[in-house]
């Protein structure tokens, strides 16, 4: 049975969490002077500590904080969860950065705190059942064998079953959405939908409306009501792509329902809870912005519970392999012809190549010189590659525009091969539903499904 210790000197604020924690089938110990923490943890040796930041005697949370350090230095194993008002967020990051695992506000969410003491039991167990064991990629779009991407795949595998919040964080082209797709695949959340939201591309003003919602006629152009995206993944997964983009205005308003579950419509006063697994992704820094005040520390520490960083292709350049014979399978598949041959010589002069664009420019590469020679199909030669320059992309707009015209020819033809279905046309071209969508969208090309 786990052992947890509670540090706090509300006597009513022990007892009710002692009684919760009791139901939960835990071994609850309460304590309620600093004073005495240090000798009760060498006796009781606790699984986890939750420490109330504020204590009579001193209201500043240094004393919290203090005791934080000399557990953390002395106990380094024991889980620490922080219990703190609003007024004392600031203070609870300052715990993060100390080495706490998580912070809940008072009052607490009974379900929220119990979430939060099982992601952390899970998540450690899943450490020491995956310290020895090899990644997987099976059932994914992720390509690899890379010690890198063995090492991304063991952490996918260690997070997936948690509800724990998790930012990916790499070079735009590097696959950030691919991740969390298989975190959400993996998931408990896999039967419900997994939304995603590029930040990037939504107005401050929109803000709102498009994550809360709103209802008919709450301002101009609002003709119906609307489903925020909130909404539309309750119960699965939430994909904040782009969330170093968001404004400080908005990403107050993301804290919020990040931190109490809860929201409201624009033009309604009703208050609605939700329920989602949060997975964000950036091509930032983001402790740079938040050192320069561009991005707020308390949403940082919410959002990186874990981090899973995805190194650019010119550190994992032994999958370069792998991945040009994954896309030339697919795009041979799309056109319907032989798969051609590569070269070994081909294959070793791609794998020396530097690939700013990462994987994407890979990609763009390869079914580039595929379409472009579908003549001379049954071989793809070094020869035909150095039309490619690898910095083309600054100096030649003609083949920018000849690249998105091959991409919309290979959309269209997925589309009529799979019958307009989204999901097998997505799986044939590579890429993920959201991400066809996206080009759907931009490219204006009509989506007319077959009933």
Not at 56 to 65: M, R
Not at 115 to 140: G, P, Q
Not at 277 to 299: H, M, P, S, Y
């Amino acid at each position: 049975m786990m052992k947890i210790l509670i540090i706090d000197d509300d006597r009513a604020v022990c007892s009710s969490l002692k009684l919760l924690l009791s139901r939960k089938g835990y071994e609850v110990t309460s304590i309620h002077h600093p004073s005495v923490a240090m000798e009760t943890i060498e006796q009781l040796s606790p699984d986890f500590i939750l420490l109330d930041m504020n204590f009579t005697i001193n209201t500043s949370g240094k004393q919290g904080l203090n005791l934080l350090k000399t557990v953390r230095n002395s106990h380094p194993k024991i889980s620490i969860i922080l219990m703190t008002g609003w007024a004392t967020v600031q203070i609870a990051v300052e715990g993060m950065k100390l080495g706490a695992k998580d912070f809940i506000a008072k009052p607490w969410n009974n379900n929220d705190l119990i979430n939060s003491i099982e992601n952390i039991k899970k998540i450690h167990h899943t450490e020491n059942h995956f310290s020895n064991s090899k990644a997987t990629v099976e059932n994914t779009n992720i390509i690899g064998s890379s010690k890198e991407m063995l090492a991304v795949m063991a952490m996918v595998e260690k997070v997936a079953g948690t509800e724990a919040s998790v930012l990916i964080t790499g070079e735009s082209g590097t696959g950030k959405e691919l991740i969390a797709e298989a975190i959400h695949q993996r998931s408990t959340r896999n039967h419900a939908p997994f939304i995603k939201v590029n930040l990037g591309g939504i107005p401050n003003d929109l803000f709102e409306s498009e994550m809360f919602g709103h209802l008919k006629g709450t301002f101009t152009g609002a003709v119906s009501d609307r489903e925020g995206r909130f909404t539309k993944a309750n119960k699965g997964t939430i994909f904040l792509d782009e969330i170093g983009e968001l404004e400080l205005a908005s990403q107050v308003k993301l804290l919020r329902v990040l931190q109490e579950k809860t929201f409201e419509k624009l033009g309604s006063s009703e208050t609605q809870r939700t329920d989602v697994r949060v997975i964000c992704a950036t091509n930032r820094n983001l402790e740079k912005q938040v050192t320069n005040g561009k991005f707020r520390e308390d949403l940082f520490y919410r959002i990186n519970l874990i981090n899973i960083h995805l190194p650019p292709l010119n550190d994992r350049k032994s999958d370069i392999p792998d991945l040009v014979n994954y896309f030339i399978n697919n795009v041979s598949q799309l056109y319907n012809t032989r798969r051609p041959y590569i070269n070994e010589e081909t294959l070793n002069w791609l794998s020396n190549q530097e690939y700013k664009g990462n994987i994407r420019q890979l990609k763009n590469i390869i079914e580039r010189t595929f379409i472009l020679n579908l003549n001379k199909k049954d071989l793809i030669r070094k020869d035909f590659l150095p039309a490619f320059n690898f910095s083309e992309s600054k100096t030649n707009q003609s083949n920018a525009l000849n690249l998105q015209a091959i991409e919309i020819d290979a959309i269209k033809r997925a589309l009529a091969k799979y019958d307009h279905s989204v999901s097998a046309s997505a799986k044939a071209l590579g890429i993920t539903r959201s991400s066809l969508y996206r080009r759907l969208e931009k490219y204006g090309i009509k989506h007319e499904p077959k009933i």
